[in-house]
């Protein structure tokens, strides 16, 4: 008696899922709940789990494979396990039938004795021509340029020898399918692009306030709270705050309407294998910093292992992105609809600057806001980002609220 083996119910937004990658292979001996496939759709990985212990008999679906919800992935058997069925393996008949089919498909190409002989003669296969007559066959004018291109190549490769070396090793190319993920991220950019105004503006912050206090209470808010404090939770913190200041940057446009939102729940961009993701913190205003640090690090871990739901990365008012981990010194982010704002934050950077006459040194990072010109003004954007800059260069603004 088999035990079948289906696609689970995909989210409701989910038409169907591409097979990433088999666990297992027929014959191998399953555990009950160990993972035998991965199903990747547009924003999530699903692992498919084994319902019941025994053998791998059958699948039905190779990787790259598309399913739906419900249908039959794989079959599994009672018993000990046992080689890949008979059916599976071509068997020796099949294959010398393939071989006379190749030899044969390979002489209809030059079917004039004429074309065989000249072959014949210089030691010729018809692999090496390509042929240019009806159905592909070679003609005894393919011969005669195959040849007379070869006698001429040496010449012309002594020609150009000097002035145009050979290539040293190989030169190889390797073509792959996008991953839904990769595909959905590509689909998502140019729909912003098409469908927004895009604009960014850009500013400087003195971060010096804010690793000062870092460094400070650093040790001791790791141990009260089990995480370390980092600066992505001053930078969320700030830029909940300037939200509440400049509402339209935390709204959305819905056809000829503008939906303003009275929560603030920040997409973080995450960077995984797959491509970028973007989880998202539920009302980060009422959150602490400690709250906020937790929540980053719980949503990037499940991110890189591919675990996030289609829930937790669906409704976000604002994005925050950071490609200063990776040495951005400077970068334009675009958009996540329909969302009508993202900050980009870029690498720490000691430059000199100018405080009351005197030129100091201080760790610098530039700041980017990419927003939708349709429903926010370069006022606006300006003031917000202003605003930003003011919040992280007086961190005590964001405890006093002013």
């Known amino acids: 008696m088999s035990i079948e083996v289906k696609v689970p119910v995909l989210p409701e937004s989910v038409a169907d899922a591409t097979i990433a990658a088999w666990h297992k292979k027929v014959g191998d001996k399953i555990t009950r709940d160990e993972n035998l496939v991965d199903l990747e759709t547009d924003k999530v990985v699903l692992e498919v789990p084994a319902p019941a212990d025994g053998v791998l008999t059958e699948i039905l679906f190779q990787t790259g494979a598309s399913v739906n919800s419900g249908q039959l992935l794989a079959k599994i058997g009672e018993g000990a396990a046992s080689t890949t069925p008979a059916a599976n393996k071509p068997s020796e008949h099949a294959e010398k039938e393939s071989e006379k089919e190749t030899v044969s498909a390979q002489e209809d190409k030059s079917t004039s004795p004429v074309v065989r002989r000249m072959m014949a003669e210089?030691?010729?296969?018809?692999?090496?021509?390509?042929?240019?007559?009806?159905?592909?066959?070679?003609?005894?004018?393919?011969?005669?340029?195959?040849?007379?291109?070869?006698?001429?190549?040496?010449?012309?490769?002594?020609?150009?020898?000097?002035?145009?070396?050979?290539?040293?090793?190989?030169?190889?190319?390797?073509?792959?399918?996008?991953?839904?993920?990769?595909a959905k991220i590509a689909e998502r950019l140019l729909q912003a692009q098409h469908n927004a105004a895009m604009l960014t503006t850009f500013n400087e912050v003195n971060l010096k306030a804010v690793m000062?206090?870092?460094?400070?209470?650093?040790?001791?808010?790791?141990?009260?709270?089990?995480?370390?404090?980092?600066?992505?939770?001053?930078?969320?913190?700030?830029v909940v705050e300037s939200l509440k200041r400049f509402p339209a940057v935390n709204a959305s446009i819905d056809g000829q309407d503008i939906v303003y939102h009275g929560f603030y729940d920040i997409g973080i961009a995450v960077s995984t294998e797959r491509g970028l993701v973007v989880p998202v913190l539920r009302d980060v205003d009422q959150m602490s910093l400690a709250e906020v640090e937790k929540s980053i690090g719980e949503a990037a871990a499940k991110a890189?292992?591919?675990?996030?739901?289609?829930?937790?990365?669906?409704?976000?008012?604002?994005?925050?992105?950071?490609?200063?981990?990776?040495?951005?010194?400077?970068?334009?982010?675009?958009?996540?609809?329909?969302?009508?704002?993202?900050?980009?934050?870029?690498?720490?950077?000691?430059?000199?600057v100018v405080e009351k006459g005197e030129i100091v040194i201080r760790p610098m990072m530039y700041i980017a806001l990419s927003y939708d010109h349709r429903l926010i003004d370069g006022k606006d954007s300006v003031q917000f980002l202003v605003s930003v800059k003011e919040l992280l260069e007086d961190p005590a603004r964001l405890i006093l609220n002013v």
């Not at 070396?165 to 839904?180: F, L, N, Q, W």
């Open 304 to 352: 890189r292992q591919g675990k996030l739901s289609m829930e937790e990365m669906q409704g976000g008012t604002f994005t925050i992105t950071n490609g200063g981990v990776f040495g951005s010194l400077l970068a334009t982010p675009i958009i996540n609809p329909p969302q009508t704002g993202i900050l980009g934050m870029h690498k720490i950077e000691d430059r000199p």
């Open 212 to 238: 000062d206090l870092r460094n400070q209470y650093k040790d001791i808010f790791e141990k009260k709270h089990g995480v370390k404090l980092g600066f992505m939770s001053f930078f969320t913190k700030a």
């Open 122 to 182: 210089h030691n010729l296969s018809p692999s090496q021509i390509k042929g240019t007559g009806k159905e592909g066959r070679i003609t005894k004018e393919d011969v005669v340029s195959y040849i007379e291109s070869n006698r001429k190549q040496p010449e012309t490769v002594n020609q150009k020898e000097s002035a145009q070396p050979a290539p040293i090793g190989p030169r190889e190319e390797k073509r792959v399918p996008m991953t839904r993920l990769r």
